[in-house]
């Protein structure tokens, strides 16, 4: 948070303990967050076959296990996409599932040893003053004209109120409040 003019971080630390996390929001978390990895492994991998192919490495690694024996031995592309992305959507499915087990497992251990304790630092704004006055400002009302080119001072009943700052305190309504 960027600092104000006038104003300074005043930080005092806080112990927090944590004895419950919510399975429903660690589901939809981690459902997301897998989905993401998958789509973005699943892409990374056709581009680096893709570079590997136009650059030979490929083929290279072809020629390199026929070297040991093996006749005819050739990578499809096409059957190892197939696989990569029926096995990633099981890894979403087991990595969603351990999370949310997970997630289960810390409630349980929390509940036997009190939660876990975090140590935490609450940064907070003060506005530092030079002096304890309050800041207005004063409008002149508006009245009509005189001959000279002053105002006269406009009936009470039309008279706006001074204008306040944000930071002082709010002026009590008419009911008393």
């Known amino acids: 948070m960027p600092r104000l003019d006038g104003r300074r971080p005043r930080v005092r630390r806080v112990t927090r303990v944590v004895r419950h996390v919510d399975p429903w929001s660690i589901f939809k978390v981690a459902l997301v ?8 492994l699943l892409t990374a991998g056709v581009l680096l076959w893709n570079v590997a192919y136009a650059t030979g490495t490929i083929d290279n690694l072809e020629r390199f296990f026929e070297s040991f024996g093996w006749s005819d031995f050739e990578f499809n ?12 959507l099981f890894a979403v499915v087991g990595l969603t599932g351990a999370a949310v087990l997970g997630a289960t497992l810390f409630n349980l251990i929390t509940d036997l040893v009190g939660g876990v304790r975090l140590t935490v630092l609450e940064e907070e704004v003060v506005e530092r003053t030079a002096s304890p006055m309050r800041r207005f400002v004063v409008r002149r009302p508006a ?10 001072p406009a009936s009470p009943s039309t008279q706006l109120p001074a204008r306040r700052s944000a ?11």
């Not at 967050?33 to 973005?40: E, G, P, R, S, W």
């Open 143 to 152: 009245g009509p004209a005189t001959v000279d080119g002053t105002t006269q």
């Open 77 to 88: 592309g096409g059957e190892i996409f197939h696989s990569a992305w029926i096995a990633g």
């Open 167 to 177: 930071f002082d305190e709010p002026y009590p309504d008419r009911n008393g409040g």
């Open 33 to 40: 967050f897998n989905l993401v990895l998958y789509i973005v």
